[in-house]
């Protein structure tokens, strides 16, 4: 029996109805899985608190893996209209799986395999084959959203242009031994250019002292505390009214207003602009205190205490007994032996950098 053309279009009706109830769920699966969301100003105004625990950049294979993601954590605040508070991983007694899931912390990154083993988490696309994000697994909109926006940025130019910034070697002595010329010294050349300007040093030499102290990594921590890129002392950071020490820029800050402030005691004392930069760089390294002892000495002894490599002389003396007799030596005896590899290195690095980057 043939059916009429309106029982054939109800048919085809009911057939079609059916289909879109059974599809949507598998459609919205994919969405969530894509990253698309329905709720795209999910993070609009939020003040989000995100943990990096990537270990020591000094020692990763993988290259500045802390900076790299921290320029991309703040890129995604920037186009998702929200803010960033990042703490970087190395602290003792914390554990950031622990503390995303009790929400102490909003959005942790680690490396992918780190995840494998944690539940309870809802997990990101790996960012750059090593590094993914992870927010708690309620967060369903929250994924959404990173997913959807890493999906797209990881495409574009900008973001092969970060990543190629951040995953490269740039150890200085080997570049110059290999022969390397370039204009690019480490992913913060532009910050060592603006600061290096308030000190009057030539921006190459301002390079070489954050190579020598961090190999230009921000999550570099020392067993005394300092850290970032110059490895500034949390004391040290609250005098400049500077509190975090992670970011790039607020680091570099500090440091160099230390710098100049160190500076400021050797000006005018009949110094060459090379015997202030190094003997500022031994200050930095063993305190102001320890290298007055050492010019004071060295005035006591008839020795010109404007040279650099004379003060370098009369250190062994810094390290006898009979040191604590001296009226000029306020703070006992001194070994030395960093401070002095501390100035060579630097300007042995500060050289490297100038046969790569012959151009200032």
């Given at each position: 029996?043939?059916?009429?053309?309106?029982?054939?279009?109800?048919?085809?009706?009911?057939?079609?109805?059916?289909?879109?109830?059974?599809?949507?769920?598998?459609?919205?699966?994919?969405?969530?899985?894509?990253?698309?969301?329905?709720?795209?100003?999910?993070?609009?105004?939020?003040?989000?608190?995100?943990?990096?625990?990537?270990?020591?950049?000094?020692?990763?294979?993988?290259?500045?893996?802390?900076?790299?993601?921290?320029?991309?954590?703040?890129?995604?605040?920037?186009?998702?209209?929200?803010?960033?508070?990042?703490v970087a991983g190395r602290r003792k007694n914390v554990n950031y799986l622990d503390?995303?899931?009790?929400?102490?912390?909003?959005?942790?990154?680690?490396?992918?395999?780190?995840?494998?083993?944690?539940?309870?988490?809802?997990?990101?696309?790996?960012?750059?084959?090593?590094?993914?994000?992870?927010?708690?697994?309620?967060?369903?909109?929250?994924?959404?959203?990173?997913?959807?926006?890493?999906?797209?940025?990881?495409?574009?130019?900008?973001?092969?242009?970060?990543?190629?910034k951040y995953h490269k070697a740039y150890n200085p002595i080997k570049r110059a031994e290999k022969g390397v010329r370039t204009h690019t010294v480490s992913p913060y050349d532009h910050l060592f250019r603006k600061y290096a300007k308030d000190l009057g040093w030539d921006w190459r030499m301002l390079a070489a002292v954050v190579y020598q102290e961090s190999k230009f990594s921000i999550n570099s921590r020392s067993h005394r505390g300092a850290s970032g890129l110059m490895q500034v002392m949390p004391r040290t950071g609250e005098t400049y009214d500077v509190h975090n020490l992670l970011d790039p820029e607020q680091n570099l800050y500090a440091g160099t207003r230390h710098l100049k402030r160190l500076q400021k005691m050797y000006t005018g004392k009949g110094m060459s602009q090379d015997e202030i930069v190094k003997f500022t760089l031994a200050a930095y390294n063993a305190g102001e205190g320890r290298i007055k002892d050492c010019r004071s000495f060295a005035a006591s002894q008839n020795i010109d205490n404007n040279s650099w490599s004379?003060?370098?002389?009369?250190?062994?003396?810094?390290?006898?007994?009979?040191?604590?007799?001296?009226?000029?030596?306020?703070?006992?005896?001194?070994?030395?032996?960093?401070?002095?590899?501390?100035?060579?290195?630097?300007?042995?690095?500060?050289?490297?950098?100038?046969?790569?980057?012959?151009?200032?």
């Open positions: 029996m043939k059916l009429t053309d309106k029982k054939i279009r109800r048919t085809r009706c009911f057939f079609i109805t059916l289909a879109v109830i059974c599809i949507t769920p598998l459609c919205e699966r994919g969405r969530l899985l894509s990253g698309a969301s329905s709720n795209e100003d999910y993070f609009s105004g939020k003040d989000l608190v995100c943990a990096i625990d990537l270990g020591d950049d000094m020692l990763n294979a993988h290259g500045l893996e802390t900076g790299f993601t921290y320029e991309l954590l703040n890129r995604f605040a920037q186009e998702n209209n929200c803010s960033v508070s990042v503390s995303l899931k009790a929400g102490k912390i909003d959005l942790l990154v680690m490396h992918h395999e780190d995840f494998e083993t944690s539940d309870g988490l809802n997990i990101s696309y790996k960012v750059d084959e090593c590094s993914a994000w992870a927010v708690g697994d309620k967060d369903l909109n929250a994924i959404r959203q990173i997913n959807g926006w890493l999906s797209y940025f990881t495409e574009t130019e900008e973001f092969a242009q970060i990543e190629a004379e003060i370098v002389k009369i250190i062994p003396l810094m390290r006898e007994e009979s040191i604590l007799e001296e009226p000029s030596v306020k703070l006992g005896k001194f070994q030395g032996y960093e401070t002095i590899a501390y100035v060579d290195n630097i300007m042995e690095i500060y050289s490297a950098i100038c046969t790569i980057c012959p151009e200032k």
